[in-house]
Each structure stands twice: as C-alpha cells, then as structure tokens.
C-alpha cells in the first residue's frame, strides 16, 4: 500500500503559478511511475502530466504543454508539479496517483494508489 498526500492547491488569478506536491508514505516510491490528474465538476477525471520512475522521460496533456511541469525526487518521495500561466480552465480537483513502472500514463485503470485531491481554482 502506498498512501499519497497532496498539498499546494488553492485560488489564484489567471496567468498566476502554483505548485502541488505530492509525499508518498513508503520507500518503494521510486518503483512507480507518478502522474497528475484533474476533475472538474460535472466532467471526467483527466490526464495531466507523469513522469516514469527514474524521472527521465516526462508526458503532458496537450493543454498544459509548456506551462506546466512535472518533476520528483526519489530521496523525498516527493513528486511536484509547477503550474504556470494558469487559465480558468484549469480549474479542477488534482490528484497524484502511482502505477507501477511501465504503466501506460496516460491511463488513469494503470494506476494503482492515489491522493485524496487539492483543489485549484484560477479566478479570471
């Protein structure tokens, strides 16, 4: 089992930044690969961005290319995401979630263990 925590939603203007993290409770964290999803209100739970167990290779949902950034640390067990730019449309419950290394990313059934959720919301 691992338990993941998340931390660093909250509200901010359109074109702000913010940045989520994300703690994992067991030393086995650098055995998964990581991502970030959202969920607004009323719509499905959405890919946003991952990044696989060694930190090497980085995926992002098309609409946050370039504004946002998915990075971790083995030695915290800590995966973080900046956010910059940020639209109304970014507005969503985010979560972290682990699947084990290999795991198609984009795919949220690959993914075994998630957070509870911080909320962002971006004022326009």
């Known amino acids: 089992q691992v338990h993941l925590v998340e931390s660093g939603g909250g509200l901010v203007q359109a074109g702000g930044s913010l940045r989520l993290s994300c703690v994992a409770s067991?030393?086995?964290?650098?055995?998964?690969?990581m991502g970030w999803f959202r969920q607004a209100p009323g719509k499905e739970r959405e890919f946003v961005a991952a990044?696989?167990?060694?930190?090497?290779?980085?995926y992002y949902e098309d609409s946050v290319k370039g504004r946002f950034t998915i990075s971790r640390d083995n030695d915290k067990k800590t995966v973080s995401l900046q956010m910059n730019s940020l639209k109304s449309e970014d507005t969503a419950v985010y979560f972290c979630?682990?699947?084990?290394?290999?795991?198609?990313?984009?795919?949220?059934?690959?993914?075994?263990?998630w957070g509870q959720g911080t909320q962002v919301t971006v004022s326009s």
């Open positions: 067991r030393d086995s964290f650098s055995r998964f690969d």
């Open positions: 990044i696989n167990w060694a930190g090497g290779s980085t």
């Open positions: 979630a682990a699947a084990p290394a290999g795991s198609y990313y984009a795919d949220p059934n690959d993914y075994e263990y």
